[in-house]
């Protein structure tokens, strides 16, 4: 998998390395709980102004292609579903 020795995402390219590290923005790819997740959508909150974000798995980089995580990994951690 393309985390490191320390299970941190970013080992597998400069640019996830980059996206991961950087705080000048707010991301749409972020880890989370040893997970790596990438925002697809917005959904609208009844009870709050701002829309909440949407999250799905990530299992390969999407700027290199290196497989970062399974299925199997994201479901143990979460004691889930993550198809």
Not at 6 to 34: H, N, W, Y
């Amino acid at each position: 998998m393309a985390a490191d020795s320390t299970g941190r995402f970013g080992s597998c390219c400069e640019i996830m390395k980059d996206v991961l590290q950087s705080d000048e923005f707010e991301p749409l790819i972020a880890e989370d709980d040893g997970i790596l997740y990438m925002s697809i959508g917005l959904m609208e909150a009844e009870q709050e102004d701002e829309p909440n974000m949407v999250d799905h798995p990530v299992f390969f980089c999407p700027f290199c292609g290196t497989k970062v995580q399974t299925p199997e990994e994201v479901d143990a951690k979460t004691g889930g579903d993550a198809n």
